[in-house]
């Protein structure tokens, strides 16, 4: 396992607030697990991939679908997988799921290709059930690629998307404890259920302005 300190990243836009923990399997920085928040007209795209395998040859293909990602954040979800897929022909292909947040509309479109998983803890303390997992199909980006079927979800200010690689032991979100700091819901959920025999990611975004207190 290692001891190398958690990667955090954090950042904070009008509508979206997330944070990312993340531990490589050989200490270093090379994972085979990568994300992407980026920007699009009408809000904002959260991707997560797990490039099958680990550390360095796992590294470059998980590089290259973030790349992909990247160049077109305004497109449909199934469109940017295609493109993945079509870029990813000639390596061992990742796994992913994505989100993509409308804010005007105040809705999630998500959708996920092999076992990354998603959940989405609603803001409403007493919602009932209190999360919602994402249904991904089995598959591989660049490699056996499934019909996709993405999932539209209306918001509600405080509803929490977690994207978690197969690092992370299923289940995690049972129980779970949702602090201010998404950053620090991430590092919480690593801490608690890194598995220590892969790369292990785990993203934290809510939804809603950061309520700003008034002097
Ligand atoms: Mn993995």
Sequence with gaps: VSDTPLGTAANQTQALQWGVAARSLDGGGSSGDAYLVT???KGMLVVVIDALGHG???AAPAALAAAEVAKRPHESLPIIVQRCHEALLTTRGVVMSLA????AERAMTWVGIGDVAGVLVFGDPTAN????????????VGGRLPQQ???????????????????????FEAGLVLHAD????????LEKHSKGTDDALVLVARFGAARVRVS
Excluded: K, M
């Design 100 to 103: 993509s947040f409308d804010f």
């Design 39 to 41: 920007s699009h007209p």
């Design 149 to 171: 079927r993405p999932w539209v979800i209306p918001l509600s200010d405080g509803d929490t998307l977690i994207f978690a690689t197969d690092g992370v032991q299923p289940g």
């Design 182 to 189: 998404p950053s620090r819901t991430a590092n919480a959920i």
């Design 129 to 140: 059930p209190s999360h919602t997992v994402l249904v991904h199909r089995g598959g591989i």
């Design 56 to 58: 360095p040859e796992a």
